[in-house]
Antibody, heavy 117, light 107 residues
């Protein structure tokens, strides 16, 4: 059974940092790209970032709203994807979801990030 | 960026009704289009992938179709558990983009 579990969310002041983790099981992690999505309070779903599998170069993509502040990475030995979030802004407040692939067939339960002074 | 124009933004319907939701892409997306159902406090659930393929385990009353750059999600006979918000997602090119969502409410 495929499982995706996010962790690392919490409360942070503007300008602060957080690192989200996405721990997976039930599939060969290294064979799949991974994505992060988010949903701000009262808003729709938004794609945040994507990382290709190592066989495809492990390269990354970002939404314009987070480029230069967020960094996606992966550790295939641990079956974990990460989202390092720096210089957080109040508008980054959202539930963050990790998914398998950009096609998002499997989602985690989400982790809440609150950015507020 | 590819814009996904989803309509309607909200609708009310009754159990047993046939419902259609549409997403129009601003350019071709090679059928890299998925539909998701999202209920408050729950995880988004993929219903349809590749524009018209039914996700395993999803009831057959859900279907997807495409005509050019217009994508349609159809629920053939609404059930009580189908009242939710629905989104389309294009994952053909970056940035990936969602439609604005359709909130489906009970009439």
């Amino acid at each position: 059974e495929v499982q995706v579990v996010e962790s690392g969310g919490g409360f942070v002041q503007p300008g602060g940092s957080l690192r989200l983790s996405c721990t997976t099981s039930g599939f060969t992690f290294g064979d799949f790209p991974m994505s992060w999505f988010r949903q701000a309070p009262g808003k729709g779903l938004e794609w945040v970032s994507f990382i290709r599998r190592q066989a495809s170069g492990g390269t990354t993509e970002y939404a314009a709203s987070v480029k230069g502040r967020f960094t996606i990475s992966r550790d295939d030995s641990k079956n974990i994807a990460y989202l390092q979030m720096n210089n957080l802004k109040t508008e980054d407040t959202a539930v963050y979801y990790c998914t398998r692939g950009g096609w998002a067939d499997f989602w985690g339960q989400g982790t809440l990030v609150t950015v507020s002074s | 960026d590819i814009q996904m124009t989803q309509s309607p933004s909200a609708m009310s319907a009754s159990v047993g009704d046939r419902v259609t939701i549409t997403c129009r892409a601003s350019q071709g997306i090679n059928n890299y289009l998925a539909w998701f159902q999202h209920k408050p406090g729950k995880v988004p659930k993929r219903l349809i992938y590749a524009a018209s393929s039914l996700q395993s385990g999803v009831p057959s009353r859900f279907s997807g179709s495409v005509s050019g750059t217009e994508f349609t999600l159809t629920i053939s006979s609404l059930q009580p558990e189908d009242f939710a918000t629905y989104y389309c997602l294009q994952h053909n090119s970056y940035p990936y983009t969602f439609g604005q969502g359709t909130k489906l409410e009970i009439k």
